[in-house]
């Protein structure tokens, strides 16, 4: 099965961000219309993700959640896509939704060089680049704490045996 494009509205932006931690192409909405994300969603081929009751009505497999917390909103979209998958994957910019890729080194037009580990800046870590936009990205506290968020949300089923 593919994995869907999603479109996401306005009100769901860290939902977005956290779409795109786990790999998926997320477009994030802001300040359009509804007749405008319509149009979008159908030319893109996109699944639109919402609160929007009125927006969810005009798209038949929209996904309506009604949470405003990123838990309560990532369980709701879990609940509605099961094959949801739960572990970040360093594919798409959280920015700005281009792909990622392996850089061979870090890039010296990168600005806050110094703010990158040691192990990064040496080159004994993978270092990633967005394609679209130049933000950096590696393995670190940031992405553990998305990790261990994650893992408290969707827990991995016991195997039954």
Known sequence: MD???W???EMLGRLARYLRFLGY????V???EDDVIVQRARK???RTITRD???ARRLPDAVLLTHTDIEGQMRELRAAYPALIRDVRFERCSECNGLLSLLDAVPSRAGGLDDLPT????GQAPLYGCSSCGHLYWEGTHTKSVRARLTRWFPLERIAG
């Open 25 to 28: 192409d997320t477009e994030y």
């Open 30 to 32: 802001r300040g359009a």
């Open 44 to 46: 893109d081929g996109r």
């Open 7 to 9: 479109l996401v509205d």
């Open 3 to 5: 994995e869907p494009r």
């Open 119 to 122: 192990e990064v800046r040496a």
């Open 53 to 55: 009751r009125n927006l």
